[in-house]
């Protein structure tokens, strides 16, 4: 076997974001523009790595995306990987970095596929002295040939560190180290061109939904000092189908918003998060009311270790995937508990 034939072969597909965005006359910042070609062609070293095929796919900033184009992109993904003749042997997508942790865990609930998929972008965009852009395109597109990075789910590398999905928070506005994985830490990183992994995680449950218009809505709710909840009572009217309740702590809320958390668990699945950014709710510490064991005695749904985005995320789609919210509630458990093993 020749070297050209033994080199992996890695899917780049660009969406957009810092990492494509470059100035125009008629803008008064960068947009994005440059194609998934032109993120391939700026690292020169990379038909050293794998034979790379580049793919563009949106052409957004990333804050643009919808659950509904990540379902279009897992679809187009497992075409390539599954049914496709190709011999893809990892994918890796680019896109802004504003919505990296959602984006990818999504990919990670979506796709139950073994070779790795790896979602970069860049903190720096092209037109500054040191993008990073270049750089974290030849660790994901390493990660993404590598053996090694096979049957770990989603993946997202950066500033030369590999992060699971289900792990990964962006952390800082414009630091190059932004991603961390509070709860966990990074499975392994990229060193003198070799893929480095130190941890493995359990095999998640998968979802199986195919949507192609408007995925089922998921409110946010965030609680703050001196929350009334007086917002609760309207999503039902709004057409939301889920809640997601992003609670002080271990899971907890302002007295003040146990009844309109109560009513609105009556109405649709209420799933209980916590704003603090790393560990999980708890369930059995504390009973005053607003308390963990106060809202999981009236209905809501423990986040387990999901903060609240990817909550939202996970219950979005048992919703698309569901006839019944029942239905919906025992598939989000199922995603969750696997999360751990």
């Known amino acids: ?57 949106r052409q957004v900033p990333s804050g643009d995306l919808v659950l509904a184009d ?51 972008g860049a903190m720096r965009n092209p037109t500054l002295a040191s993008p990073d852009g270049p750089g974290n395109v030849l660790a994901a597109v390493r990660v993404a040939a590598s053996p090694a990075a096979r049957a770990l789910g989603c993946l997202v590398v950066m500033n030369d560190e590999i992060h699971a999905a289900r792990f990964v928070r962006k952390t800082h506005s414009s630091s190059l180290a932004t991603f961390q994985s509070p709860s ?17 995680c359990s095999t998640m449950r998968h979802v199986a939904v195919d949507v192609e ?13 001196g929350d009334d909840g007086r917002l609760l009572g309207a999503l039902p009217t709004l ?31 209420v799933v209980l998060c916590s704003r603090a950014g790393s560990g999980e709710v708890l369930e059995h510490t504390y009973g005053f009311p607003g308390s963990e064991s106060d809202l999981l005695s009236r209905g809501v749904i423990s986040g387990g270790i999901l903060d609240a ?7 979005t789609l048992a919703l698309a995937a569901s006839t019944h919210a029942r239905d919906a509630v025992e598939l989000f458990i199922e995603v969750r508990d696997s999360l751990l093993g």
């Open 239 to 269: 057409g939301y189908r889920g809640a997601v309740i992003d609670a002080f702590g271990g899971g907890h809320v302002p007295s003040t918003m146990v009844e309109g958390i109560e009513t609105l668990a009556r109405a649709m699945p």
């Open 184 to 200: 966990a830490g990074p499975l392994g990183w990229v060193s003198e061109d070799r893929v480095r992994i130190a941890l493995r």
């Open 309 to 315: 985005r990817k909550a939202r995320v996970v219950l």
């Open 70 to 120: 990540l379902c279009a992109l897992a679809r187009f993904i497992a075409a390539r990987v599954v049914d496709g003749v190709d011999g893809v042997d990892g994918v890796v997508i680019t896109q802004g970095t504003d919505t990296i942790e959602e984006t990818a865990f999504a990919l990670d609930v979506l796709l139950d596929l073994d070779v790795p998929v790896v979602v970069t």
């Open 1 to 57: 076997m020749s070297a050209q034939q033994s080199r992996a072969r890695v899917l780049v597909i660009s969406l957009g974001g810092t990492i494509a965005s470059t100035a125009t006359p008629s803008h008064g910042g960068v947009v994005p523009q440059l194609t998934a070609a032109d993120l391939v062609a700026a690292v020169p070293s990379l038909d050293d790595v794998a034979r790379v095929d580049a793919q563009s796919f």
């Open 213 to 225: 218009g408007e995925v089922p809505a998921v409110a946010l709710i965030s609680c703050a000092l």
